[in-house]
């Protein structure tokens, strides 16, 4: 059956607007169209396809696994999900796991465990849950409520009350807000769609105080920053500042839908059997592939080479920005990195994205003011060479209008 661009207009929900570019083959960090074209992508599908496309060692998991066991209800559990949850536990500062399909459910997983903590602990009026503006935690009622981007939230009726709303790196405005009803404080510990912002040292220090201090719980969203993305396993790890609750997904799965809430072993006690559930959440065919890219990434050589390549993106958007004057800051940390547009090209981050496109590059915004590249976290130095050469020449594009 042939389909094309049109055929998206004719059968799928208008919600997105898809490129009339169709990729049908991708490896590593190359991707082809169906009319054969090739890309250079440094969009890592959102941040997702962290050893690029088709990783041999990957393919060859999902493949065996595939013969052997798929899917069980949570009537059972299989040796992927334990092993992947032995090795995250092993990795990390947390002591279990709950798993979920995407970054949405294991935010609402997160959510809800708080909000039980909360009210076991200290009764149903301690409930408020604080999140930042323009913070993004998923589509789901209670996840898009908790972000802070009211556009997404707004106009599907009454929203779970509750939540409030401070501005990332204001810790006094936070501290305005913050009493002994705070259950919790959810946060990325580096902004992704809202614009690739890092925390200040003394904001995210704070913010873990202000919890000590009304026993209100820590939720670090990393679904976009976690899985060796900013050079470290997990971004929380480069902060000195550990969570309370932590959430993964994107990258950990290197493409296939998986996510997992990790918390510590007295708060999980909480979530009771039958409290939380998932039908798809830890299948073995999952956490299988997730156990592969977890070990690929967890390892000096992945992790450093991260910081090595941030350094190889910075220096050469540097001399691009000499040249053509269009960006006022590179933001970000690793292989999430956010070209902030200065005062003459606010608004315009769409221009450069197509631009780029046009130029055979995949690239991503992060609002109207940032272009956003998260490519895998392996790709080949020739390959961001050539990339920000098409990049160039987008920028050309745009500025020469």
């Known amino acids: 059956m042939q389909v094309s661009r049109e055929t998206f207009n004719e059968v799928m929900v208008p919600n ?7 990729p049908v083959k991708g490896e590593g960090s190359r991707v082809w169209d169906q009319k054969g074209n090739e890309y ?37 559990t299989n040796e992927p999900a334990l092993r992947l949850a032995k090795k995250l536990v092993d990795a990390t ?7 979920a399909n995407s ?31 323009q913070g993004f935690h998923g589509r789901t009622f209670f996840t898009v409520t908790v972000g802070g981007q009211a556009a997404y939230s707004d106009g599907f009726g009454p929203k779970p009350g509750g939540v409030q709303h401070s501005d990332y790196n204001d810790l006094a405005a936070l501290d305005e807000i913050m ?17 690739i912002i890092s925390p200040t040292q003394e904001f995210v220090e704070g913010v873990r105080d202000l919890c000590d201090k009304y026993n209100a719980l820590l939720i670090f969203d990393e679904v976009q920053s976690g899985v060796g993305r900013t050079g470290d396993l997990f971004a929380y790890m480069g902060l000195g500042v ?21 918390t510590t072993e007295a708060l999980a006690a909480h979530l009771k059997p039958g409290t939380h ?12 592939v997730a156990e592969k890219v977890l070990d690929i990434i967890n390892s000096p050589e992945v ?18 920005n000499d040249k053509y004057q269009v960006f006022a800051e590179v933001r970000g940390k690793g292989l999430l990195l956010g070209c902030a547009l200065n005062e003459k090209y606010k608004g315009r981050s769409r221009d450069f994205l197509v631009a780029s496109t046009e130029e055979k590059l995949m690239c991503l915004i992060a609002g109207a003011n940032v272009i956003r590249f998260a490519p895998s976290l392996i790709i080949p130095d020739e390959d961001i060479i050539e990339g920000l050469a098409s990049f160039e020449r987008a920028v050309a594009r745009v500025v020469n209008g």
């Open 16 to 22: 997105y607007n898809p490129s009339a570019v169709i």
């Open 40 to 76: 250079i992508d440094f969009a890592g599908g959102i941040a997702v396809n962290v050893l690029g496309h088709c990783h041999p060692e990957l393919v060859s998991v999902l493949k065996e696994q595939g013969e052997r066991l798929w899917h069980l209800s949570n009537v059972f």
């Open 93 to 99: 500062f947390a002591e279990r796991v709950f798993y």
């Open 103 to 133: 970054g949405a459910e294991a935010n609402e997983a997160a959510l809800k465990l708080a909000r039980r903590v909360a009210l076991d602990k200290y009764g149903p009026e301690k409930d408020q849950i604080i999140s930042f503006n």
């Open 179 to 195: 009493s002994d009803k705070t259950c919790a404080v959810m946060m990325e510990p580096l902004q992704g769609e809202g614009g």
């Open 242 to 262: 550990t969570p309370d609750i932590l959430t993964s997904a994107k990258s950990l799965g290197g493409g296939f839908p998986i996510g997992a809430m990790l």
């Open 277 to 288: 559930g998932s039908t798809y959440g830890g299948n073995p065919l999952g956490c299988a």
């Open 303 to 320: 992790l450093q080479g991260v910081k090595r390549k941030e350094q190889l993106f910075r220096d050469t958007l540097e001399k691009i």
